[in-house]
């Protein structure tokens, strides 16, 4: 039980990260340097990871379950996210050229 409750929280905060990195997105599609979008992205979601397993690793916390439910957590954000900034931007590529 203890595992899936730490799991749990791991999910959760996964989903605040996919958050962040659709506000990320939002803002430089907005701006339209879409290059960068990616590698902030990026950054975002490893930080989380990274710091998921070092909490595991540094403390008596389990470890995989955290790593679990982060990335689903992050993952089911992701879906989410996605579809709302494709609904906002009509899946089309800005034309500023």
Known sequence: ???FLFAA???GTGVLVSFVNYLISKKLLQSGNTGFAATARSIVSAAFLIALFFIGAKTSLPAVPMLVGGALGMTAGLIL???LLIKKYGGKERDDK
């Open 9 to 11: 929280a791991a999910f």
């Open 1 to 3: 039980m203890r595992e």
């Open 81 to 83: 996210f996605t579809v």
